[in-house]
C-alpha cells in the first residue's frame, strides 16, 4: 500500500530558516549578554562628494583620537581603532551589554579624482571627519556662454540694428 504525503513548499524554506537562526545564534550570542562584548565592532559612515571633494564622517563615540589610526596606500583609505571595555567597571556587575567593543578596520577605496596629499582629519563629540580634497584638473570648471556677439576670425561684430535710416 502506497502513502501519500501532501507536499508543502515551504518546508524546505523554513528549515533553511532554522539552520540560518542556528548559525547566527552560534556567531552572535543569541541573546547571551557574556557574548556581546566580545563581537564585531563596525563604525557606520556616511560619505559623500561635492565640488570640492569628498566627505567621511565615522560614528566612533567612546574611541580616544590616539586609538585611532587613519592611512592612505596604493589609493585606499584604511582607518582602524580600538573601543576598550572601561576597566573600573568589572563585567559581571553588568545587567546587559549592547554596545560593541573591540578593534574594527574600515577601507575605502579612493577615485583618481582625490588628492592623497590633502587630507585632513578632525574628531569632535565621537565623530571623526576624514575630508580629501579633489585634485585641480577634476574639480568642474564653469565656461561663461557669450550671447548676441558673433566673432569672425577674431574679431567681434556687434548685432546690426532693425532700425530705418531717416
Known sequence: MTILTRWDPYRELSSLQNRMSRLFEEQYGGGREESLTAGAFVPAVDIYEDEHGIQLKLEVPGIDEKDL??????????????????????????????????SFTRSF?????????????DYDHGVLKI???????????????????????????EPQSQGHAA
Open 69 to 102: 589610526d587613519i592611512k592612505v596606500e596604493n589609493n585606499v583609505l584604511s582607518v582602524s581603532g580600538e573601543r576598550k571595555l572601561e576597566k573600573e567597571e568589572k563585567e559581571e556587575n553588568f545587567h546587559r551589554v549592547e554596545r560593541r567593543y573591540g
Open 109 to 121: 577605496t579612493l577615485p583618481n579624482t582625490v588628492s592623497t596629499d590633502d587630507i585632513k582629519a
Open 131 to 157: 575630508r580629501l580634497a579633489k585634485r585641480a584638473e577634476a574639480k568642474p570648471k564653469q565656461i561663461k556662454v557669450n550671447i548676441g556677439q558673433k566673432s569672425i576670425e577674431g574679431k567681434k561684430v
